[in-house]
């Protein structure tokens, strides 16, 4: 199965497995990660999962499309990067295996 | 409540109008609800003081509306299912479409960074354990004045950097912003009168915005629409609108939710318990204070094209009311949701701030406000007694309570 490692703003480190299929958000979610709020449950419609995604692999998450409701909503979120994005939004595939995403200092 | 639960089901389907506001300030709206989300979650209502609209009752109805501001606008027809006064019209950010909406509410953003919260919460905790000390013991006294309407109004006058011994006007123009005109305890009485006071408002804000222009940027909300591109140059309307907004924002549904709080504790002594058992609990308190208080009653938005919607066809200009109320009580969404439970395992999932573009700004400021209430009230007034039910707003809009009187016994 593919592994996530989702890093807190404070440092500390969580290797998760998730399911090809699942999004990144619910990888950390159904495994209690720390730091990623996902308040609309996966609708794209809240930037409470937002996540920086390592820069190594942002060519292989893409970044999220200019007047797309992603980019809206990144758009509004507390310290948006040009890595920025909405981990909901992220499908978890082979091609992901080994993702490394750092979370914000807080979901807003 | 008897007569009530039957009416909601005796009359016709199509009779029903939850856009009375004598329902929420009775408190009497649940079945309605109740009826509305099993027979008719996109119900048409044909006639009432406010013309035809569709009621949206169930969470996953209004989340489809929420996301979808292309067919959905706030801007067409505003926010509330009541329209502006014709010719007195204040504009807003929250009553705009993209872009102009995301380019004024980028501006003032910031104020509530995760950076800037932490500087804030030494202050706030401060002022709360201040006003927490000064409570009587023994003596009935009036939550809402002592505490609820006591804190947010320190909020406000440091999210404006207002002149502190002034600060009282702030709630003022809060309650002038949302009262209903028509109800006799509101502090005006026609719309006119209304915009009169907002006028005042504003032109008390223009000078403190002016000064604010002329310095170097700060971090308070008249500094930044001063030097924010997008809010620089406002006409006097879209200056009253946007200040209503923030002021109505920044305090109303904070102060409704510390009164609301401690209502549904006072009526749920099993989670009170609970609570005072395990103070940890505050975290997901919060949340769930938020959802069953609900301080939001309802967003409207306008079709700009034709839509289907549960099975019903939306016409361009129809009014689509989503009603938060009642989703936050959509047994589809959340598990027994008319029961106050302050452990839930999703707290967060609730529909109070909205979803979307035009999410609430202000949301993690209410919720670190309402968290250090009950952070700092646990240890010094475990017991408060609520002595009656608190008094409510005549309005379908803000979910208000005006006053609940309480008494912490000695020790």
Known sequence: MPKVTYIEYNGTEHPVEVPVGLSVMRGAVNNNVPGIDADCGGECACATCHVYVDPAWLDKTGTPVPGSQEASMLGFAAEAEPNSRLSCQIAMREGLDGLIVRMPQGQH | ?411
């Open chain 2, 1 to 411: 409540m008897a007569t009530q639960l039957q009416d909601a089901y005796s009359i016709p389907l199509e009779a029903i109008d939850v856009s009375d506001p004598q329902l929420y300030q009775d408190d009497t709206w649940y079945p309605y609800f109740e009826r509305l989300r099993r027979e008719a979650p996109v119900h048409w209502c044909r006639e009432s003081r406010y013309g035809p609209y569709w009621s949206l009752s169930k969470y996953k109805d209004i989340m489809q509306v929420e996301v979808n501001h292309q067919t959905y606008s706030s801007e067409v027809g505003g926010i509330a299912v009541e329209d502006q006064p014709k010719g007195l019209e204040r504009e807003s950010f929250i009553r705009m479409d993209p872009p102009k909406h995301d380019e004024q509410r980028k501006v003032v953003g910031p104020i509530v960074a995760p950076a800037n919260l932490a500087e804030m919460e030494a202050t706030i905790r401060e002022r709360t354990i201040r006003v927490l000390e000064g409570l009587p013991r023994n003596e009935t006294f009036d939550w809402v004045e002592r505490v609820s309407i006591e804190l947010t109004t320190m909020m406000l006058a440091t999210l404006f950097d207002f002149p502190w011994e002034e600060r009282r006007k702030l709630t003022y123009w809060s309650d002038v912003a949302i009262c209903n005109v028509h109800a006799p305890e509101s502090p005006v009485h026609s719309e006119q009168e209304k915009f009169d006071e907002i006028k005042k408002m504003a032109e008390r804000m223009a000078e403190l915005y002016n000064e604010r222009a002329k310095q170097p940027p700060k971090f308070d909300l008249l500094s930044m629409l001063a030097h924010g591109r997008a809010t620089q140059d406002m006409p006097l309307r879209e200056f009253m609108g946007n200040l209503t907004l923030l002021i109505v924002g920044g305090n109303d549904t904070t102060r409704n939710s510390m009164t609301g709080g401690l209502h549904a504790l006072s009526q749920h002594p099993r989670e009170y318990q609970k609570l005072r058992d395990d103070p940890a609990l505050v975290a997901s308190l919060v949340p769930e204070i938020i959802r069953y208080v609900t301080p939001v009653i309802h967003m409207r938005r306008t079709a700009t094209q034709e839509a289907e919607l549960g099975g019903r066809h939306i016409r361009v200009g129809d009014k689509v009311v989503m009603w938060y109320v009642s989703g936050n009580r959509d047994p589809d969404a959340i598990d027994d949701p008319d029961n106050f439970i302050i452990d839930r395992p999703r707290p967060r999932q609730h529909l109070s701030f909205g979803f979307g573009i035009h999410r609430c700004v202000g949301n993690r400021l209410a919720e670190l406000q309402l968290r250090i209430l009950w952070e700092e009230l646990l240890p010094r007034h475990p017991v408060i007694e609520v002595l009656a039910p608190p008094r409510r707003t005549y309005s379908n809009f803000i979910h208000g309570m005006r006053s609940m009187p309480v008494r912490i016994p000695m020790h």
